[in-house]
């Protein structure tokens, strides 16, 4: 009954075999072909020998292997709010709950550093909270936004490396003083560039090769740049080899599209302001992307730039629903995002559920009849395509698509082990012949764990289906990064 065996090597790739399932021996031989040793070490402490971790599902207890999640938009210093958006959208959102937490992670204006010890210290705790708490969803990769305060960010990208967590950091551009709040906007467009760059040479000290922490590029969005300060910062993406990386958000609300045309009327549209200043790139995530107009998808199909769909955050904020089959259909790579905290959950799966949802609702829409007569139900996401977009698609929409997002020969390790199953370990006593049971004949014991109940009859394709519809953290067992765990749930 041969099997197939992976292996996470020491420099966190994955190797894959076939190998004899039942037999120890040939286990053990494969081991001593390849010069590792055995399992055993790694128990023994003696973690310099360990070359291999061993990896396998077991399927009689429904444990299985998944490649970690990406979220490839996420704010963190929004994490306290997450849940808290009352019936607000996006414009009154950003004014009443966003620019007021962003804004106690420091303080503008003060002498420059780039110091993490320099953050406050509750900057320090939302931080490793939300990295602890994305990492127990089973996200092993994540772009973030921070805010305009260098130490702070840098304390992010700082907590990142340490808890083991692969992430894109990105120091947040706001320097238009017509927008922005008096209380939280960068004092120029030259301050904020400058600032920026700090934070760039400070990730690129701190993991000199980009292993696990990247810098990005980060104008908020259009209406909170000035134009030098998008001009600047399209070419100093453009000045590094290879180019860094950049996020923004596009067309998430319709107010917000009539203030950007209003902002700049010089430009042919929302995206056409991104592409004016070299904005526009393969290595550019654009969040939201609700209100396109075919014209602009067009665009960002040419300049290869990505779209992070953050359903939940749509819903929560009554954005919109965002045309994703039809983004797929003309070539544009998409992936997940939380949109923490626009978005009310810092889970994948969340958004994974929230992107099959909203692909059934699209079709109602009057954006989408406009452009599809007659919808015939292909604009619905399969929780297979879904789970796609959470993983190879988040890794594309990264540029790392042929080292993350799947188990591939070669690929990185970055991974969760699921676990489902929560049908009662001790079934109490089924014998309902009685009068019923007095109060203190209740058994409060043994009861269910977790959301998902498995009975045994299940394909696996169904068991999928139930981890994506009622699965949760508590079905995340471990994770890890680069054959390096990273989580363990207690
Ligand atoms: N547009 C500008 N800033 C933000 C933000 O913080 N979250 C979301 N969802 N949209 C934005
Ligand atoms: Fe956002």
């Known amino acids: ?112 550093s780039n110091k993490p010890e320099d953050a406050p210290p509750s900057a320090l705790r939302v931080y490793d909270q939300v990295i602890a708490r994305t990492l127990s969803h089973g996200t092993t990769c994540a772009s973030y936004f921070a805010t305009v305060h260098v130490p702070a960010t840098n304390a992010l990208a700082a907590l990142a490396h340490k808890r083991g967590q692969r992430a894109f950091i990105g120091r947040v551009c706001m320097d238009n003083p017509s927008f922005c709040p008096d209380y939280y906007c960068d004092a120029s467009a030259e301050e904020s560039l400058e600032s920026t760059k700090s934070t760039i040479e400070y990730i690129h000290t701190l993991d000199p090769k980009g292993v696990l922490i990247k810098p990005i590029v980060t104008p908020r969005f259009a209406p909170t740049c000035s134009r ?107 992936g997940l995002g939380t949109d923490v905290s626009g978005g009310y959950s810092s889970s994948i799966l969340e958004a994974v559920r929230q992107a099959c949802l909203s692909s059934r609702l699209v079709g109602h829409t009057t954006k989408y009849v406009n452009e599809n007569p007659q919808p015939d139900g292909s604009e619905k996401l399969s929780v297979e395509e879904s789970l796609y977009l959470a993983t190879r698609g988040g ?71 139930k981890w994506v519809w009622s699965g949760d953290d508590r079905n995340v067992k471990a994770v890890w990064v680069a054959g390096r765990m990273v989580h363990e749930r207690v």
Request: proline residues 4%; charged residues 20%.
């Open 395 to 465: 890794a594309d929409v990264v540029c790392m698509g042929d080292d993350l997002g799947g188990f591939d020969n070669g690929m990185i390790f970055d991974a969760q082990l699921i676990q489902l199953g929560g049908v009662c370990e001790d079934v109490v006593s089924l014998d309902v012949s009685g009068n019923g049971v007095s109060g203190d004949e209740l058994s409060v014991r043994g009861g269910p764990v977790g959301n998902v109940d498995i009975f045994g009859t299940e394909t696996w394709e169904e068991k999928i289906q």
């Open 228 to 334: 030098p300060s998008l001009k600047a910062l399209g070419s100093l993406a453009a000045s590094y080899t290879p180019p860094l990386h950049i996020q923004t958000h596009i067309s998430e609300n319709e107010n917000e599209v009539a203030l950007v045309k209003e902002l700049f009327p010089e430009c042919s549209s929302y995206a056409g302001v991104y592409d004016n200043y070299n904005l526009l790139t393969e290595r550019t995530i654009l969040a939201h992307a609700v209100h396109l107009t075919p014209e602009e998808r067009q665009l960002i199909q040419k300049q290869k730039a990505k779209v992070s769909h953050c359903p939940a955050s749509n819903s929560a904020l009554g954005s919109g629903i965002a045309l994703v089959r039809t983004m797929l259909q003309e070539g544009i790579t998409v």
């Open 1 to 112: 009954n041969r099997g197939a065996l992976w292996v996470s090597t020491l420099d966190g790739r994955i190797k894959g075999f076939d190998w004899d399932a039942h037999d120890e021996g040939s286990f053990r031989e494969l081991m001593r072909v390849n010069g590792w040793v055995d399992v055993d070490a790694q128990t023994n402490g003696n973690s310099d020998h360990v070359k291999v971790k061993i990896v396998t599902s077991n399927e009689e207890r429904n444990e299985f292997f998944f490649p970690g999640f990406i979220d490839t938009h996420i704010h963190a210093p929004q994490y306290p709010n997450a849940g808290l958006f009352g019936s607000t959208t996006l414009l009154d959102w950003l004014e009443t709950y966003t620019f007021p937490v962003e804004s106690g992670f420091g303080k503008t204006n003060t002498t420059p």
